[in-house]
């Protein structure tokens, strides 16, 4: 490679990185304009807070007046700022990128190749496939296990397809345990989530610790089964998601021990053997 093609390939990578960065900046200020939407409510009951008064709430009785007009205003100058920024969102995804929000099939024939080899992809204008839908599968998982509001960041998830085009290469040059045992390493190491809501129910999924490892073991292993086609028609990628954390709620423990000792190749026969459970 000439030094020329080097220079363009290091531009070409910055260019996703920066525009993934300029959207993760609009996410995070309207997760945290959804934050200070419920200020209003902060040190009040749960059950309180999570209904909405038929009439303006009434201050505690622990809080000065002048301090509860405040976060009141807070709360509903956030609320006004978020509809603002979802509707310019929506309308820019709308008349510019229609597909934008579309979820990368896992059932799509021939997916796991091409999720590897978009790991050497850079464009400024099209999202790298491995950058869809790994974020696009995080957010699914999340909205199935979660409460919102919660924060994926894009360009984190895009840190980890950059690292893994330095480590491995881009393709499947080895096996789909192997490759998919090195993405988990790389994407639990950057932690696109960087907050992850409260847990939606009880189950092991949604109350465990570490959700960067147990939404994207989902996300890796729901692309090594769908490898096998499409169990059911009426079956959709959310609940496909469902019934790949269910199957491996009881192996969780164990891929955390071997991505906390940077095991790949242990890593790698795990997953093989997950797949063997399919």
Not at 124 to 148: E, G, S, W
């Amino acid at each position: 490679m000439t030094t020329a093609s080097r220079h363009q390939d290091t531009l070409a990578s910055h260019a996703v990185c920066a525009a993934a960065g300029a959207r993760d900046s609009v996410r995070t200020a309207q997760f945290f304009m959804r934050i200070l939407s419920g200020a209003e409510y902060w040190g009040r009951p749960l059950e309180a807070a999570g209904q909405a008064p038929a009439r303006p709430a009434a201050p505690p009785a622990d809080i000065r007046p002048g301090g509860y007009l405040l976060a009141a205003l807070v709360s509903r100058l956030a609320r006004i700022a978020d509809r603002l920024t979802t509707w310019s969102v929506n309308l820019s995804i709308t008349l510019f990128a229609p597909e934008w929000r579309k979820l990368p099939s896992p059932f799509t024939h021939g997916i796991m190749n091409e999720v590897a080899a978009a790991i050497r992809a850079d464009s400024f204008l099209v999202n790298p496939l491995f950058n869809a839908y790994f974020y696009r599968a995080a957010i699914h998982i999340l909205r199935r296990y979660r409460t919102p509001p919660f924060l994926v960041l894009e360009h984190r998830v895009d840190a980890a397809r950059r690292t893994l085009l330095a480590d491995i290469g881009a393709g499947l040059n080895g096996s789909e345990p192997d490759f998919l045992a090195h993405a988990i390493m790389a994407l639990v190491e950057v932690a696109p989530i960087a907050r992850a809501g409260k847990p939606r129910d009880a189950s092991v999924i949604a109350r465990t610790d570490d959700q960067n490892l147990t939404v994207y073991a989902i996300a890796c292993i729901a692309l090594l089964f769908a490898e096998q086609g499409k169990p059911a028609d009426e079956l959709d990628e959310d609940q496909f998601f469902a019934v790949v954390g269910a199957l491996i709620a009881p192996r969780l423990p164990v891929i955390e021990s071997l991505v906390a000792k940077r095991d790949v190749a242990g890593l790698a026969r795990e997953l093989a053997e997950i797949q063997g459970m399919y």
